[in-house]
């Protein structure tokens, strides 16, 4: 009774001091493919206060022991305990990273098929914008073999964040090539609408000309008629 008591008043004091170091605080993340207790004190004797911290749960981050090797955080929910550090990392993990950069692929690709759908309505025989599919579809089968390669390390983090830091560059440049595609495409859009009224204006000239040609033969007849 008196070791749980003891556990009891500690606990009670590290959540005093919690609450008045708030300002302080970070933000932690449970690592990959772990389920972490959480402790109402510093070490396996205390109270499990939570059972199972699945991967990639936010946590708050308050302070660490002397030893570093518990780190005392507070849930979503204001309930607070403490945890093994080992098991806490300073970024997301690996899977809410894939999550979104998967994200990122889908959005990509119906970027892709939408441009090759105006490119199909517009012309088929512009080498620029034809050229500019082409690049962009390359750079989608880059991204998803990256992807894969991104899926088979999803287990580690060391080089994930610099691998997902390319891929968001590389989001990027392909925007940039949608931008371009985009403005082709509304390029030709205007040549086309362009050709088609110099080709009515020059049918109505040519109606014009021979009307009034016809309108002079029709007159020479007529005077050449009445002289007679």
Known sequence: MKPYLIACIAFAVF???ASGANAQTTTRYVSDELFVPLRSGQGNQYRIVHRGLPSGTEL???EASEDNEWSLVEMRNGEQGWIRTQYLLDKPTAGIQLKSAQAELEKLRTQYANLQNDY???SGDKS????NISSLSEQRDQLE???NELKQLSSGTIELNQRY???????????TESDIVKADNERLRKE??????IYGASILGAGMIITLIIQGFGGRKRRSEWIN
């Open 120 to 122: 199909r309505a517009l």
């Open 165 to 175: 830091q390319d891929l968001l560059e590389k989001h990027q440049m392909l925007q």
């Open 60 to 62: 708050k981050f308050i």
């Open 128 to 131: 620029s914008a034809l050229n």
């Open 145 to 147: 073999r990256e992807l």
């Open 192 to 197: 086309k609408t362009y050709d088609q009224w």
């Open 15 to 17: 959540a005093t001091l």
